[in-house]
């Protein structure tokens, strides 16, 4: 099983669509959870962090349940330039890892936005 | 936000060769540095963990000897792919952190393509 999973899409949705994303993680220990947003052959860029209480960034909303070790990114009224793959991202304890940041990151979903 | 400048962002070399990556923390110092690898339709996979002045942690799976990694000062670190083939051929990517917990930061990328 892999530790961080998502289905890879594509997802094909028109402007102004709300898109919703899932991910699980196996590993309990985990610490910490990122969306982050790779355009196609570029470097992955953070798009926001994910917290139990969920939260909110314009209209981005990401949501954590530990229980479930699952988390969601919801996207509303969606533009052309959210055209990416987002990846989940988990960050195991630090403490665990020995004091390093060991991020362990999905395959992606990939999101296009037509008109 | 902090910058990480990686270079070459292309690199086409001939089979038996050996090419280096360099990655720079331009405004912070970068005590621990991640090298990942990305193949096309999938996720990054980390490579190697290196904190400054001390030898890298690889993954397993990851050779050593093939993928030398470098971490000599706080703001350079690279990556050697040494008697590169084309299998190697592959997106790779640093990222650096201050320390443990601390934001992660992504260079833009090295497409290395072995012919």
């Known amino acids: 099983r892999k530790e961080v999973e998502q289905d890879p899409g594509p997802f094909n949705v028109p402007e102004g669509a709300t898109v919703a994303f899932n991910c699980t993680y196996s590993n309990s220990a985990s610490q910490s959870f990122f969306w982050y947003r790779q355009d196609c052959r570029k470097e992955p860029k953070l798009l926001m962090s994910?917290?139990?209480s969920g939260n909110e960034d314009g209209r981005f909303t990401a949501q954590l349940n530990r229980a479930s070790q699952y988390i969601s990114l919801l996207i509303r009224d969606s533009k052309l330039s959210d055209s990416a793959t987002y990846l989940c991202v988990v960050n195991i304890d630090v403490r665990v890892t020995g004091g390093g940041n060991k991020l362990t990151f999905g395959t992606g979903t990939q999101l296009k936005v037509e008109l | 936000g902090a910058v990480v400048s990686q270079h070459p962002s292309w690199v086409i070399c001939k089979s038996g060769t050996s090419v280096k990556i360099e990655c720079r923390s331009l405004d912070f110092q970068a005590t621990t540095m991640f090298w990942y690898r990305q193949f096309p339709k999938q996720s990054l996979m980390l490579m190697a963990t290196s904190n400054e002045g001390s030898k890298a942690t690889y993954e397993q799976g990851v050779e050593k000897d093939k993928f030398l990694i470098n971490h000599a000062s706080l703001t350079l670190s690279t990556l050697t792919v040494t008697s590169a083939h084309p299998e190697d051929s592959s997106f790779y990517i640093c990222s650096g952190a201050q320390g443990p917990g601390n934001t992660i930061y992504f260079g833009e990328g090295s497409w290395l393509t072995v012919v």
């Open positions: 994910v917290y139990s």
